[in-house]
């Protein structure tokens, strides 16, 4: 071996022995290396958080939408997608309930037992019967809670009705997250009764996008 060869060679092992540990050792405060607050998310599941849709789900049932959790649990997870209007109006589908407003639309709920019909209401007041989600949000399946929200007294209370609902088994969308198919965020009563759909997964995901410049900034200073 040539006097050159083996100076490479102790240079080599110089780096190895010297430098290559320091590095992994500070591998860790670098931002690319570590995804931002992944545990946390898949911790934060619960009810009464929206699921944001990356921008890659290609799936037409969920591409661009927000789900609000309505349960979860070990047993799996089950949520209404809040953005997602249909043509059809709650008074042709009740036609026998004579006191809905006219402008009240059916909104598609989840591509699971779409005869499945859930109201999500807004109240002050906690109603005898229905689901605490958040706030003063409640969800509930039963007809007599659909048909008091018609009536004049209760007129004022803002609600929605939903064909279906999202589900996910055991597990299952705690690995969608880990693989990037959905963001958390906050929910929010205004998005979902009085924002225009259309417009409420680009408001979320830019109040999401916001929230990663901030943690890369974070992360940064940190370091």
Same mark, same amino acid.
């Given at each position: 071996?040539?006097?050159?060869?083996?100076?490479?060679?102790?240079? *080599?092992?110089?780096?190895?022995?010297?430098?290559? =540990?320091?590095?992994?050792?500070?591998?860790? $405060?670098? =931002?690319?290396?570590? =995804?931002?607050?992944?545990?946390?998310?898949?911790?934060?599941?619960?009810?009464?958080?929206?699921?944001? +849709?990356?921008?890659?789900?290609?799936?037409? $049932?969920?591409?661009?939408? *927000? @789900?609000?959790?309505?349960?979860?649990?070990?047993?799996?997870?089950?949520?209404?997608?809040? $953005?997602?209007?249909?043509?059809?109006?709650?008074?042709?589908?009740?036609?026998?309930?004579?006191?809905?407003?006219?402008?009240?639309?059916?909104?598609?709920?989840?591509?699971?037992?779409?005869?499945?019909?859930?109201?999500?209401?807004?109240?002050?007041? =906690?109603?005898?019967?229905?689901?605490? *989600?958040?706030?003063? @949000?409640?969800?509930?399946?039963?007809?007599? @809670?659909? +048909?008091?929200?018609?009536?004049?007294?209760?007129?004022?209370?803002?609600?929605?009705?939903? +064909?279906?609902?999202?589900?996910?088994?055991?597990?299952?969308?705690?690995?969608?997250?880990?693989?990037?198919?959905?963001?958390?965020?906050?929910?929010? +009563?205004?998005?979902?009764?009085?924002?225009?759909?259309?417009?409420?997964?680009?408001?979320?995901?830019?109040?999401?996008?916001?929230?990663? @410049?901030?943690?890369?900034?974070?992360?940064?200073?940190?370091?």
């Amino acid at each position: 071996m040539t006097k050159k060869a083996r100076y490479c060679l102790f240079l *080599v092992g110089f780096f190895f022995i010297f430098f290559l =540990p320091l590095l992994l050792s500070q591998a860790k $405060n670098f =931002p690319f290396t570590r =995804p931002i607050a992944q545990s946390q998310e898949l911790d934060a599941v619960a009810s009464g958080i929206f699921l944001l +849709a990356d921008p890659r789900i290609v799936d037409p $049932n969920f591409s661009k939408t *927000v @789900v609000l959790i309505l349960h979860h649990d070990e047993g799996g997870t089950m949520g209404l997608i809040i $953005n997602r209007s249909t043509p059809q109006l709650l008074s042709e589908l009740l036609p026998e309930e004579k006191q809905i407003p006219p402008e009240a639309w059916v909104f598609f709920g989840g591509p699971v037992s779409d005869e499945t019909l859930t109201v999500l209401f807004r109240s002050e007041k =906690p109603p005898k019967t229905g689901v605490p *989600v958040f706030e003063n @949000v409640y969800a509930s399946q039963d007809a007599e @809670v659909l +048909a008091s929200l018609f009536v004049a007294e209760t007129s004022q209370v803002l609600f929605r009705l939903y +064909a279906g609902y999202a589900g996910w088994g055991p597990g299952q969308l705690q690995a969608e997250i880990a693989r990037g198919d959905w963001r958390l965020a906050p929910a929010d +009563a205004d998005l979902i009764f009085k924002e225009i759909s259309d417009r409420v997964w680009p408001e979320i995901f830019g109040r999401s996008q916001k929230q990663v @410049v901030k943690r890369h900034a974070g992360i940064r200073s940190s370091g």
